[in-house]
């Protein structure tokens, strides 16, 4: 049986943690799988997710950098996401277009329609079944996001960089969409520890799955 799962929430929520336990957690229960991202995912992808998130390219018009998400993400879901669901796979994806209504849409403050109308006519409206939206203080978040990168010789930074207005947008963007499809976005409390989160994750899964 296949299934799309996204991970979503401000940086630092604590995604790509509940990611890994998750496939771990497939990966012993022996479910056929395919993890990736976005920005990035392919080739292609991952040099467009190059230009989006390093800090030398703060220039990048909002427009620009809408469009750039949607090409990233075109690529991927043909490329890569399709056949794997095709094939049964269960995909997990950090991020998908509910991000770019967060980010582009409530924290830019571009036309949500608009960025609809992208994703319908590209994407023929693809939606996940399911989705896991972290929710935590934009403080908390970043304070973790600039601890993570303190390590990182990439710096991913151009986001993190953004004033605490635009972060607080975005999880509040995030909220709405979660209100507005409650079926398929789960709110989970990110400043819960990893292993109550993951037990959290389990149990929304589908009954087969549950263990
Ligand atoms: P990550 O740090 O979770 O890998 O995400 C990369 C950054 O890209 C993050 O700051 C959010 C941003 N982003 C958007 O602004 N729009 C999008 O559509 C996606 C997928 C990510």
């Not at 049986?1 to 929520?13: R, Y």
């Not at 993400?73 to 991000?99: N, P, T, W």
């Not at 972290?134 to 390590?151: C, Q, S, Y």
């Amino acid at each position: 049986m296949s299934l799309f799962i996204t991970f979503e929430g401000i940086e630092g929520c604590g995604k790509t943690t509940q990611i890994n336990h998750l496939t771990s957690y497939l990966e012993r229960i022996h479910k056929p799988l395919l993890v990736t991202r976005e920005p990035g995912g392919t080739e292609v992808g991952e040099k467009i997710r190059q230009i989006l998130l390093s800090s030398e390219n703060d220039r990048i018009d909002p427009m620009a950098e809408l469009l750039l998400y949607a090409a990233s993400r075109v690529q991927h879901y043909r490329e890569v996401i399709s056949s794997a669901l095709a094939q049964g796979k269960i995909v997990l994806c950090d991020r998908f277009a509910d991000a770019t209504l967060a980010y582009q849409g409530y924290g830019r403050g571009l036309d949500l329609e608009w960025i609809e109308k992208i994703h319908s006519q590209t994407m023929a409206n693809v939606r996940p079944n399911l989705t896991f939206l972290l929710d935590l203080p934009v403080e908390e978040g970043l304070k973790r996001a600039f601890k993570r990168m303190e390590n990182q010789t990439n710096k991913e930074d151009r986001f993190e960089k953004e004033a605490l207005d635009f972060h607080r947008r975005v999880r509040e963007g995030y909220l709405v969409l979660a209100k507005r499809d409650p079926k398929r976005i789960i709110i989970l409390d990110g400043l819960k520890d990893e292993q109550t989160l993951h037990r959290e994750i389990i149990s929304h899964l589908p009954e087969g799955l549950r263990g």
